[in-house]
């Protein structure tokens, strides 16, 4: 009896080694194993591969909570760019032009405000040039504006025109002086000096300042033509910002064929009246129906 467990015993044993034995062999066979413990896991890594910090023993950055070294950051410089190319403006005439105020620095209003005109500031003094070659036409180095009149030919006070090559007349007024030898007829260049900025006529209160307008040359007579009619301040932009070749020719043109080489005048026509003298007081006449002549008698 207990010869036949031992028989059993020894041939269940048996098919167990030989069941493990196959599994072992082939890699095949479902049988459960258990895992080895994770410290021999890391020894076994570490084996393989001795530059890993578990086989050297030094901490991972930051794992112990030290932190880890800051590396600066790093400027960028960016490379130096090369220099603009200028390009000059186009030639949008034959003829080429100067702002009318040198040396000094200017201001003035892009806008109409009464006339087709602009007063360009600028200190007293400052140097009044011709915007363009050609023929001084008007010249008045007397102020005879007064305000008791007002007189539209008077308003501008000191003043000189020039009729360009291009056919524009351009008129600069308030002036402190007029400059020696520019007269009727002479001939001018575009900057040459032709006076110097003031407040002469109504400008008399106001800080200096240069009238400056554009028109066509007309009779004397018709001083309201002279005072502007062509709005200058497109053109002022252009000359002061290097486009020296934008020509005011063709509006002023335009202007002329809409309104006639002689048009009347529509603004700031009218003069102050002037004022009426008193007249001269007289002793009365004598009435002769109430005096009484008499006879001187002696006694």
């Not at 080895?36 to 020894?43: C, F, G, M």
Request: aromatic share 6%; charged share 20%; proline share 10%.
């Amino acid at each position: 009896m207990r010869s036949g467990h031992k028989a059993r015993l020894a041939v269940v044993t048996g098919a167990v080694l030989v069941t493990g034995a196959c599994g072992s062999a082939g890699g095949t066979t479902s049988v459960s194993a258990r895992p080895a413990p994770l410290s021999q896991a890391v020894a076994a890594t570490a084996t393989a591969n001795p530059e890993t910090p578990a086989a050297t023993g030094s901490p991972e950055p930051g794992a112990t909570g030290t932190p880890a070294p800051r590396v600066p950051p790093q400027t960028l410089r960016r490379p130096k760019a090369d220099e603009p190319v200028r390009v000059p403006p186009p030639k949008l005439s034959d003829f080429t032009y100067s702002f009318p105020v040198q040396g000094c620095r200017v201001t003035y209003q892009s806008q109409l405000l009464v006339l087709p005109k602009t007063t360009i500031w600028a200190a007293k003094g400052c140097s009044f040039v011709s915007p363009v070659n050609g023929v001084v036409d008007e010249v008045n180095v007397k102020n005879r504006w007064t305000a008791s009149t007002d007189r539209g030919a008077d308003r501008e006070g000191r003043f000189v025109t020039v009729v360009g090559d291009d056919g524009v007349r351009y008129l600069g007024g308030h002036l402190e002086r007029v400059a020696p030898g520019i007269v009727p007829g002479r001939r001018v260049t575009a900057g040459q000096i032709l006076g110097q900025v003031g407040n002469s006529g109504n400008a008399r209160s106001t800080a200096s300042n240069l009238y400056f307008a554009i028109s066509w040359k007309t009779d004397p007579s018709l001083w309201w033509v002279r005072r502007g009619m062509v709005n200058p301040w497109n053109y002022l932009d252009a000359w002061l910002n290097g486009n020296r070749t934008l020509s005011p020719r063709d509006e002023m043109t335009a202007v002329r064929n809409r309104t006639g080489a002689a048009p009347r005048c529509t603004t700031l026509c009218t003069s102050k009246p002037k004022p009426k003298s008193k007249p001269t007081e007289r002793p009365p006449r004598p009435d002769d129906k109430h005096i009484t002549v008499g006879t001187l008698s002696g006694g």
